[in-house]
C-alpha cells in the first residue's frame, strides 16, 4: 500500500515533485552527482511562489574563473615585499571584491574610503580637461605607503588595487612595477 506522503508512489513529497534520486550502490560517480542536482533544480522549479524558491546562487565556470582570478592577483600582490595587505576593489560602490593580508586595519573600511579618493580625483580631472588616465596614487605615511592602481582595461574598468606596503620593508619602485604587472592581468 503506497504511503500518504508520496514515497513509494514515484512522486516526490509534494505531489508532483520528482522523487529523489536512487543512488547506485556500487562506488558513487559523476552520473549520481548529476541526477541529484538536476533532482534538486527540479524541485526548485516547481517551488509555486517565489518565497518559497531558493536565489539562484549557482556559479558559472566564468564567474568561478574571475574569483579564481582575482584570488590569484590577490595572492600576487601579497607576495609583493613588504606587502601587508592587499585588496581589489570597485570604486563605484566602494566593495572589496577581493581583500587580504593583516595590515594592522579594516582594509573593508580602507577600499570603501579610498574610493572617495579615486572618485575625487576622476571628478576634478574631468572638471579641469585632463584626459590622461590614472596610473597610480601614492599616499606616503610615516611607517607605510599606500599605493591605489586605477585599472584601466576594459575587462576590469571600474576597479582599482589598493595595495598596502610597509615602509621600512618595501622597495617602492620594485613593488610599484609588480603592481603593474599584476594590475595589467586582472580581468573580471
Do not use: C
Amino acid at each position: 500500500m503506497p504511503e500518504a506522503d508520496g514515497v513509494g508512489t514515484g512522486q516526490g513529497v509534494a505531489g508532483d515533485l520528482p522523487r529523489a534520486p536512487v543512488i547506485s550502490s556500487r562506488e558513487p560517480d559523476e552520473g549520481d552527482l548529476d541526477r541529484f542536482v538536476e533532482w534538486i533544480w527540479a524541485e526548485e522549479a516547481h517551488a509555486s511562489t517565489p518565497d518559497e524558491r531558493v536565489a539562484d546562487t549557482r556559479t558559472t565556470t566564468e564567474e568561478q574563473y574571475n574569483m579564481s582570478s582575482l584570488d590569484d592577483a590577490l595572492q600576487q600582490l601579497l607576495a609583493i615585499e613588504g606587502a601587508t595587505g592587499a585588496a581589489i576593489v570597485d570604486y563605484g560602490s566602494g566593495m572589496a571584491l577581493a581583500q587580504g593580508g593583516n595590515p594592522s586595519f579594516d582594509l573593508g573600511i580602507a577600499a570603501a574610503g579610498n574610493s572617495n579618493v579615486v572618485r575625487a580625483k576622476l571628478a576634478t580631472m574631468r572638471d579641469l580637461g585632463v584626459t590622461d588616465e590614472i596610473d597610480d596614487i601614492l599616499i606616503t605615511l610615516s611607517s607605510q605607503y599606500h599605493l591605489i592602481n586605477v585599472l584601466n582595461t576594459q575587462s576590469a574598468n571600474g576597479l582599482f588595487i589598493y595595495l598596502v606596503l610597509s615602509r621600512a620593508a618595501a622597495n617602492l619602485a620594485l613593488a610599484r612595477h609588480k603592481l603593474k604587472g599584476i594590475a595589467a592581468q586582472i580581468e573580471v
